[in-house]
């Protein structure tokens, strides 16, 4: 190659790179340039892809009315856009639910226009995203415990203290603080317990007024709001945890038209005063869940304790989820009766256990028996698939003993119809449930987790006296 070809190539080559300065700063956007959505290519998809934090706080839906509070924000987002639309673009929501700590990485790659997540989010994570101007100003975290149980005046008094959080809650930062105060003043330092992901902050809240945990730290919104719907929560306001924030929305950084839109529409709306109106009357009425380890509760699981560990075992089943479906079911109680010939601990149908071949279920034995095999045929026939993991599997198969299995089935692929995850119930599938059925089976499978979590945390003191009486012989 001639020195001259050599110098023309050079300077072409550096005409095509473009300036250094041009590249937006942060880190290296993994959706390719053609799928990057401002405004104005949303109103030509007519689609506003909006990430919603999965928990039914935030995005529920019962039968058509919303229930999640972010829900009214986004519908009146919506109705603003539209009101300013040219030539009949009208916008359409698409709601894609995601736990809470994937909304900003989803939102980075592109899988959604804006994140509405309704709580806190750690701005560290919050890298290449715009926030909105708040959604809402100066919000605190507080503590909430169970009325009837210890109030506190000082962070000092929560010492040695258990709380529990979710798996991506804001909170968690905090408590550590307070840890670090603690150590400085030689005081033993705050137990965070993380929850299990199938529970969202709604779930931690009703398991706080159980009594299942004795305290948490939600936002102080999302605690007035639930407090109306569980009479015995009580938020601790005296306790002051931290400096409030604000909540926010996201975009991308490189969404500059939506970020201005979204910010326009947030400094003019004001929630309806009647917004929760739905939202009550759903939740006051629904079963609520109870505790599960009083000392009578206890007494009653210990004499039912080898007959549930045999059909578990012969089933390939946990024990405590027989024994949570038990405590749902029944209270416990062998001589309970339901409706439509359900009897028993289990409360099984005389139909479906001679699906499995069991023709007395008046006694203990064969009632934990039959409903044991109908559990395991459920699961064998319907929710098989090495796709699920055993937590979401056992979820599907309650929600088939609750409804049928037929029509969970109808439901998971009604689910990946609509891009959500057919191989989770919780906050996926379930979500159809909520809109197809309403709240029934969504809380029927949300209490039997409830109560197996809640015997999973003592699982060994459950389990010490059956090793006991087996050693002994």
Known sequence: MTRSLWLFLLCVGLLCAGPAHARLPGPQQAVPAAKVRDLAQIRESRVLRVLVNQSRNSSGEVKGQPVGIEYHRLIAFEHYLNGRARDGQQIRLKIIPKAKDQLIGALQRGEG???????????????????????????????????????????????????????????????????????????????????????????????????????????????????????????????????????????????????????????????????????????????????????????????????????????????????????????????????????????????AAQRVGISDIANVDGNVQASARYLALIRRKFFSSNQLNERERMAFVLAGYNLGPERVQAMRAEARRRGLNHNQWFFQVERVALEQVGMGPVSYVNSVNKYFLAFDRERDALEARGRKVASRK
């Open 113 to 351: 226009d804006l994140v509405a997540p309704g709580e806190l989010i750690d701005l560290s994570s919050t890298r290449g995203v715009m926030a909105s101007d708040p959604v809402l100003e100066n919000v605190p975290l507080v503590l909430v415990g169970r009325k009837g149980e210890r109030t506190y005046q000082r962070v000092e008094q929560l010492a040695g203290r258990t709380v529990t959080l979710t798996s991506s809650s804001a909170a968690g930062d905090t408590l550590h603080e307070i840890n670090q105060r603690l150590a400085l003043r030689k005081l033993a330092p705050l137990k965070v317990e993380w929850a299990d992901p199938s529970l969202a902050v709604e779930d931690v809240l009703e398991m706080v007024q159980a009594g299942i945990f004795h305290l948490t730290v939600v936002e102080q919104p999302i605690a007035r709001r639930w407090a109306q719907v569980m009479p015995k929560l009580l938020v601790q306001r005296k306790v002051q945890l931290a400096q409030p924030e604000a909540m926010h929305w996201y975009v991308r950084r490189d969404a500059a038209m939506l970020h201005a839109s979204v910010d326009r529409f947030l400094k003019g709306y004001h929630a309806p005063a009647d917004q929760d109106v739905a939202f009550e009357r759903i939740y006051r009425r629904l079963y609520k869940v109870h505790y599960p380890l009083a000392q009578a509760n206890r007494q009653r699981l210990e004499k039912l304790r080898p007959v549930l560990q045999r059909h578990a075992q012969a089933q390939n089943l946990d024990w405590l989820n027989l024994a949570a479906l038990a405590f749902k079911e029944s209270a416990l109680d062998p001589a309970a009766r339901g409706a439509g010939g359900a009897h028993g601990l289990m409360q099984i149908t005389p139909g």
